[in-house]
């Protein structure tokens, strides 16, 4: 079994669990300040719901469809870690629908997404840290003053000084509580409430339906956003996808429907909205159990030093691509004068 305990006693080796945008922000700020990180990724690459699905002619972004840069830091990380080629901004006409079904255009703001497609931003970012893949980890064990990871298959991954967990919120308190960590996991039953899950469909069309804007949010029972994907910069689709979300409580009241059922529900409500005939020539399904956070109380992230253990995602600020970030550099901030 390998130790990943170092002889330098200010030099910490760090398990990272999850390789989404909040997971390689504190492996790579950990590891700039020179400790040792690994990261642990239950699915085949990086990214989390940062994704994107390949299809026939290219890709399409199923999970975060945009991110915000508020924080200059946020960018000027990006650029420095995952390239500023790798994401620009998305200069497309956003609206939103009012209950009497008007629509207006969303406030002014940068917009930004992954160029050519979301998933080149945590690329980007993950090659600056040693990522294992397919490998989900089930608990942590106490050894000594260490903890001693082991997946799902059993097997030992050796043992870390700290511990970062970014996984939504069910799956961390699932983790922390095969590990016997039950103050964490009640401090993270009130701070960021359930991640709502979200039905996505991304559909091909020949021609380019007749839409008031290239993103929508409209006023329906079924449809939460709808966008077209081939307006991102950097796409050079034969045709144009467009992405459609469903609402978390017709994704709850769906959970189980075949994707076929979902996608035919969601295209019927496309149509009504754009008022767009247009058949489909391609299109796939995605379920996200956990997609967003509703939470408005927002502690940042956790970190129990005794413990060694700390957590850091989107729904601990808000459920957001920014927020991720944000709570991950907070957290390794705190790590880091620890
Ligand atoms: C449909 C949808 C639409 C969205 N739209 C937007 C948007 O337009 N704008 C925006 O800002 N945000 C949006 N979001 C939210 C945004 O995607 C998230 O805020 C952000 O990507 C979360 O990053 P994270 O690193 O905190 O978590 P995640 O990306 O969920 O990363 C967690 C990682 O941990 C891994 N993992 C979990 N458990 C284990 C384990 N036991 N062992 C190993 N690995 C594990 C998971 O596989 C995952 O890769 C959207 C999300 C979805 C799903």
Redesign the pocket.
């Known amino acids: 079994m390998e130790s990943e305990t170092l002889d330098t006693p200010a030099i910490r080796s760090v398990a990272v ?9 504190a492996a790579i700020l950990l590891g700039k300040s020179g400790h040792r990180v690994r990261v ?4 085949r690459g ?6 994107s699905k390949r299809v026939a002619d290219g890709s399409v972004d ?7 840069g508020r924080d200059p830091a946020f960018l000027t990380f990006l650029e420095t870690y995952a390239s500023s080629d790798s994401f620009g901004q998305w200069g497309a006409t956003f609206g939103f629908q009012q209950a009497d079904k008007s629509w207006q255009p969303f406030p002014d703001e940068s ?1 930004y997404v992954g160029i050519p497609r979301m998933t080149a931003i ?1 690329r980007g970012l993950s090659e600056h840290v040693e990522l294992t893949a397919q ?4 608990r942590m064990n106490r050894a000594g003053s260490r903890w001693q990871l082991i ?2 298959d059993g097997k030992d991954h050796g043992e870390f000084d700290q511990v970062v ?4 919120p069910a ?2 308190q ?2 922390l509580t095969a590990s016997g960590l039950m103050t964490l996991v009640n401090e993270t039953r009130s701070p960021g409430g359930d ?1 709502l899950p ?1 039905w ?1 469909v991304a559909a091909r069309f020949d021609e380019m339906p007749s839409a008031q804007f290239d993103a929508m949010r409209p006023d329906s029972d079924v449809l939460y ?1 709808v966008a077209n994907n081939s307006s991102k910069p950097g796409r050079n689709d034969d045709g144009q996808w467009w992405v459609l ?1 469903a609402t978390p409580e017709w994704t709850d009241a769906n959970v189980d429907a075949s994707p076929e059922k979902v996608s035919n529900d969601l295209l019927a409500e496309f149509k009504q909205l754009t008022g767009f005939d247009g058949t489909p020539t391609d299109s796939v399904a ?1 379920r ?1 159990l ?4 509703a939470s408005t109380d927002r502690p940042g992230f956790l970190w129990d030093q005794s413990e060694g253990v700390g957590i ?5 600020v808000g ?7 944000e ?2 550099s907070r957290l390794t901030q705190a790590m880091l004068a620890g």
């Open positions: 669990i999850g390789s989404g945008l909040a997971g390689l922000t642990f990724e239950k699915s990086p990214g989390g719901r940062m994704s199923i999970g975060a469809q945009y991110f915000t917009r945590t490998v989900r980890i089930a997946c799902t967990v970014t996984a939504p799956q961390t699932e983790l991640i979200c996505a956003w979300h995605h996200w956990y997609a967003r956070s850091a995602g989107d729904w601990l459920g957001r691509v920014e927020g991720a970030w709570s991950a």
